[in-house]
């Protein structure tokens, strides 16, 4: 697998989309298509989509295109959806309530426990998973294995938690708060900045006002 | 402002980030900043700092650095948030709620109604906003004057409801539906794709034990 080395960011990003697209095809019982096809419907040019994959290895035939299931299945490897994920949710306020309840598990994530401070929320299920209390979290992260921790607290908790995360073994953050959290190396982290997406969208809307 | 056009969106996307680090350095009374400092703070190099500002003019002074509050509020007025956008949000369930719950007003974001099909949800209010039934949406489009549609429907409701806020004149979506929407040039959108921003964080964890 040392192709998959040194794959940039942008290709990255794009994986899931694929994976996004393919599954739709597939429900459709689409059994293949062409990288024009493909190109098409994701909005990439073929050659775009041909570079991509050719980061991960030898997909498609010339003239007959890409079998859907063969390639689905396939960045289903390459994303690692070949095994479940378990995860931490610290916060249950909105963004992590929602979160929690979101069906995440068709993506093989598996939220073991929910955390909060507020006496309010501990004790209450959602989707049959208790919120606890935080105080138990590093003893949790002791006695379980867990992958990811997903944090929905607010921004001056956040570097917190992350550093009992960390501590506690976790190898990937889902940050929902709007800080940049300082974290080692070999923790990976993804960003949700939902501030900075609206800001985004009401420059362009101002920009195109203008 | 024609030097704002053909401006990238990477440099696009960093704006809300300076905003937001500039806030902070406000809130700390910090009133005059060098293009290093800065950098230091966000993690970017001085000179891409100077680069990406000088897209929008001059600011800074050479050997004094950056006033804090002029550029907090020039970066403020770049990004449109020299008046108020109102906003209809489509979908109140986990992901619609918590937007809806979420403080963006300080974002200069008004949401002025919020619509379901859900007759258990209608009549429900959330933070004084009356959820309305989804029926009323087209009529409410025509009455008032509505900047931006959140969608939170679910995927396959999501194209249908996009239709009716560019029939209805909105010039921008938020859209937190797992598809890509087709929507007229001069509409702007903004995703946020979270099941794509997930399964990246999973490629990154699974690369990472490899």
Redesign the interface.
Same mark, same amino acid.
């Given at each position: 697998?040392d192709k %998959?080395k040194n794959i940039s960011m942008a290709v990255?990003?794009r994986?899931? %989309?694929y994976?996004?697209y393919l599954k739709e095809l597939l429900k459709n019982d689409v059994e293949r298509i062409s990288s024009k096809e493909l190109g098409e419907k994701?909005?990439f040019t073929a050659s775009q989509i041909r570079q991509d994959l050719n980061n991960f290895g030898d997909f498609g035939q010339q003239g007959y295109g890409y079998n859907v299931k063969d390639l689905y299945n396939q960045i289903g490897l *390459?994303?690692?959806?070949d095994r479940e994920?378990t995860a931490v949710l610290i916060g249950a306020g909105?963004?992590g @309530?929602?979160?929690a309840? =979101?069906r995440?598990n !068709?993506?093989? &994530?598996n939220i073991a426990a929910i955390f909060d401070a507020n006496p309010k929320l501990i004790g209450i299920k959602i989707r049959d998973v208790e919120i606890k209390d935080i105080d138990y979290l590093d003893s949790f992260l002791a006695e379980n294995n867990i992958?990811?921790g997903i944090i929905c607290v607010p921004r001056n908790n956040a570097q917190a938690v992350c550093d009992k995360l960390v501590k506690g073994g976790v190898?990937?953050i889902?940050n929902f708060a709007?800080v940049?959290l300082v974290i080692p190396e070999?923790v990976?982290? !993804?960003n949700?900045? &939902?501030?900075?997406?609206? &800001?985004? &969208? *009401? =420059?362009?809307?101002?920009? @195109?006002?203008?």
């Open positions: 697998m %998959k990255i990003k994986l899931p %989309k994976y996004r994701i909005g *390459i994303l690692g959806l994920y909105n963004i @309530q929602a979160i309840n =979101y995440f !068709e993506n093989g &994530l992958d990811m190898k990937g889902w709007p940049d070999d990976m982290v !993804e949700v900045h &939902l501030s900075e997406s609206l &800001l985004t &969208l *009401i =420059y362009l809307l101002h920009d @195109q006002e203008n």
